[in-house]
């Protein structure tokens, strides 16, 4: 018998070994019985679950052979994990589902399951059946027998029953090897990434970053019984719900009484974001909201190499407030299902949190370059071994007299030989063709059924919608309200935009009872109810996350981060969550969300660089991303509108960045002018005034034929104060505001800057790393060979009081660059 077990020979070998050595069990026992008199499995179904994990285990090798001669790019295996193909037999099909990337027989089940059922039920139960504790049942598990294949061999290719049931498995195992070769066929990402995630088994894909899915799998709760209460009381008045906005609205994608699963590692409980996740859904238990979520710990007592010390997972689970914990033997089966079906019963029952503890092995090393002899002894490896989970069904079904170890070997061999003719199909199958191919799934623009929802927004305001909106502002809408600020004008907009987008919720830190730390979001939870406009605990990661969840969902989340530099501490969420979403799932899944930021510098009496952040390059490098910059407040609302819009039509990820300096700004060249206020358009002005994302406004002073200043947020003000100075010196500039930093107006860029030849860039983030070298470089690729010269920020942090003066943009420094730009 092998004592160490490093390569895929070796595992093979052991488990053949194993299957030869069972021995015979008295009498045979019908597939309908319990496999044992007080076992919640069947034999039937417990063979299901061996396919399920020999299919997994066989792909894993797979996937070894593919990278052997250089045609497989992802060797990161299941080996060791496949116990969780009972989890998922203990959950419904249409519990949405967050994988680790070692839950390969979860998602073998979960296929096989909808295969066997196409089209379950997800009519919305009623308020008692929802609430009630259900066992999944047999028809939750496909049976050995189902005939679920649509190219099923035939002849001598004919797979018997004692062979196995692989056509139940074969679409998953395809989906599986596509995605380890690349091929632009693979069902989710087409080629981009190897991800366990598909739209009709309700699994979001998820990447290898560890934990970062975990915050939005709250979100996802949160979303989810939201959405429930609220159908609920729809039922009961015959109103129903739908989620989205306007026209376009959709229905919720999952049942009510859904749960939602998110399965990880070990090392990932020490993570920050898996931290902010439960200190999350605990906090919100405490507070009374309930947060449906079944987290799966599949601990395998390492992080690649590095251990998890004895006890500590167990201990750190334990010790989450307002998660419920269950533990089970991932090598066991029947244990596993038995503890996985009465936690999912009981976040189901209770709509409150519960973490499965579920104590696997890991074979085969982390990847496939990993050698675990570096760190690992003989003995350690032997222990693994004899917890190997395929080996432990296989021993149950024997003992059981289910099946013989030679039955069980013929169906390991079956689905040996299927997944090795799907992977040599899938080979000859064709890769992403260019960079066109890569990005086109990225974050996709059709700025004209934006524009219609914009229009569509104002028809329904000053329409059906009129009575129900003058009643939300009190009988008196903002447009009567004279001349607003940047503030106010937001505040005004995103009261209208929760008028149109029902499932539109405003959130963070502060936002609800304060109104926000600058008065924002005052009076919003008074006239859209706590449901709608709510506080958040003070973590970002986490805030983020809630909106992944909810977009995910179906809702429409604005999330408030309350300073820029606070975003930094939960960039990942945007970057490796929201933004690759539409990326990795070609837009199966999407998660729409406006993150409004307060930001940017100059404060006055109030400071330091965490409340006067001017960086922006953490945003302006995530592909995809939109991010609006509003200097103005006849910019704002319908700047805001659009990224509303966006988000509801194409599933955009926008970052509304308003600058804290201007919310209150009244005045442009001197005090009491006034000129820095506007006033609000009425809904029928909306489509005139609307801002498509990417488009620049353009100020003209004096003869503007003499100077461009490109710039943004403060630098606006900024920049037209100093083009007035300029004027009195018989000096012409066009200033040019980008709004949008992503992507930027660059057809704006260069049409402004050739028609006057000397193009000053105004940028208040810093030199290294900001805005203006876009804006340069977009120059440069254009062709542009007019004079070029920038006024940017200090690298520096921005210092408290005074001190910051010297290292931010000033009116001044913006004067003196254009003469010295226009001496040239």
Excluded at 591 to 596: G, L
Aim: glycine fraction near 10%; charged fraction near 20%.
């Amino acid at each position: 018998m092998l004592s160490d077990v490093t390569t895929p020979q070796d595992l093979d070998d052991r488990f053949r070994e194993t299957l030869a050595a069972l021995p015979a069990a008295e009498r045979r026992r019908d597939p309908a019985d319990p496999v044992t008199d007080d076992a919640p499995l069947t034999g039937a179904q417990l063979l299901d679950l061996f396919d399920a994990q020999v299919t997994s285990r066989q792909l894993d090798l797979a996937g070894r052979w593919l990278r052997s001669f250089g045609e497989g790019f992802y060797t990161i295996g299941s080996a060791g994990h496949e116990g969780n193909a009972a989890v998922a037999a203990a959950l419904r099909p249409t519990d949405p589902a967050l994988l680790h990337y070692r839950s390969g027989a979860f998602y073998c089940l979960r296929a096989a399951q909808v295969a066997a059922d196409p089209a379950p039920s997800a009519e919305p139960s009623t308020e008692a059946e929802s609430t009630t504790e259900t066992e999944p049942t047999s028809a939750r598990v496909p049976s050995a027998d189902a005939a679920v294949s649509e190219a099923e061999p035939s002849g001598s290719e004919q797979v018997t029953e004692a062979a196995g049931n692989f056509t139940a498995y074969a679409d998953a195992a395809r989906d599986v090897l596509r995605g380890m070769v690349a091929s632009s066929l693979e069902p989710i990402a087409g080629g981009r990434h190897k991800v366990f995630g598909r739209a009709d088994l309700a699994i979001v894909p998820t990447t290898s970053t560890i934990a970062s899915h975990l915050p939005r799998a709250v979100g996802m709760g949160l979303a989810v019984e939201r959405l429930r209460r609220l159908d609920s009381a729809g039922r009961r008045t015959g109103a129903g719900v739908r989620v989205g906005s306007g026209a376009g609205a959709t229905h919720a994608p999952w049942p009510p009484d859904a749960i939602v699963v998110c399965s990880f590692g070990d090392a990932s409980v020490n993570h920050a974001s898996a931290t902010a996740a439960f200190n999350t859904a605990g906090w919100y238990d405490h507070a009374g909201l309930r947060i449906p979520v079944l987290f799966v710990c599949e601990d395998n007592g390492l992080g690649i190499s590095v251990r998890s010390p004895e006890g500590w997972v167990e201990a750190t689970l334990r010790a989450k407030p307002g998660i419920r914990y269950f533990s089970a033997d991932g090598s066991d089966p029947v244990q596993t299902y038995a503890v996985a079906a009465e936690a999912a019963a009981w976040v189901r029952r209770n709509r409150r949190p519960a973490v499965l503890h579920l104590r696997t092995v890991r074979l085969m090393g982390h990847a496939g370059a990993d050698a675990e002899t570096a760190y690992r002894s003989p003995a350690e490896l032997a222990e693994d071994l004899d917890r190997d989970p395929v080996a432990g069904t296989a021993r149950l079904l024997a003992a059981a007299g289910v099946a013989t170890g030679a039955e069980l070997l013929s169906r390991y061999d079956e689905t040996g030989w299927q997944v090795r003719r799907l992977a040599e199909e899938v080979l000859g199958e064709p890769k992403l063709a260019g960079a066109a191919d890569v990005v086109s799934t990225l974050a996709p623009r059709r700025p004209v059924r934006v524009a219609r929802a914009v229009a569509d927004a104002a028809a329904r305001a000053s329409g059906p919608g009129a009575a129900a909106r003058a009643e939300a502002f009190g009988g008196k809408p903002p447009e009567l309200a004279g001349p607003m600020t940047l503030a106010q004008s937001i505040n005004a907009a995103l009261a209208d935009g929760m008028l149109d987008h029902p499932q539109m919720a405003v959130f963070g830190e502060d936002v609800a009872a304060k109104g926000g730390v600058y008065g924002v979001t005052k009076g919003l939870r008074d006239r859209f109810g706590a449901a709608r406009v709510f506080d958040t605990l003070l973590d970002e990661t986490s805030v983020l996350g809630l909106g992944l969840g909810a977009g995910l969902a179906g809702m429409l989340p604005v999330p408030e981060i309350q300073y820029l530099a606070y975003l930094h501490n939960a960039e990942d969420q945007l970057r490796g969550e929201a933004a690759t979403m539409r990326f990795f799932s070609q837009g199966a899944f999407r998660n729409p969300m406006v993150v409004r930021v307060a930001g940017l510098a100059y404060q006055e009496g109030f400071g330091g660089h965490f409340h006067n952040d001017n960086s922006v390059a953490v945003l302006r490098d995530v592909p995809g991303l939109v991010i609006a910059v509003p200097a103005r407040p006849d910019d704002a609302a319908p700047m805001l509108r659009t990224c509303l819009a966006s988000a509801a039509v194409d599933g955009s990820v926008c970052v509304f960045l308003e600058p804290i300096a201007l919310y209150h700004t009244r005045d442009l060249y001197a005090d009491g002018d006034g000129e820095w206020l506007a006033g609000y358009p009425e809904p029928g002005g909306w489509v005139a005034g609307h801002v498509p994302i990417g488009r620049a406004r353009v100020y003209r002073v004096g003869s503007a034929d003499d100077l461009t200043i490109i710039t943004f947020g403060n630098g606006v003000r900024m920049s037209l104060r100093a083009a007035a100075v300029l004027a009195e010196e018989g000096v012409g500039t066009r200033v040019v505001d980008l709004r949008w930093l992503a992507p930027l107006p660059v057809a704006d860029i260069i049409r402004e800057s050739s028609a006057t030849g000397r193009v000053l860039v105004v940028d208040e983030t810093r030199r290294s790393g900001g805005v203006g070298e876009g804006v340069i470089a977009a120059l440069v690729d254009a062709g542009y060979v007019g004079a070029a010269r920038r006024v940017a920020g200090v690298d520096s942090f921005v210092p408290l009081g005074p001190a910051a003066r010297h290292v931010l943009v000033s009116a001044e420094a913006i004067t003196d660059g254009a003469r010295t730009l226009l001496a040239r």
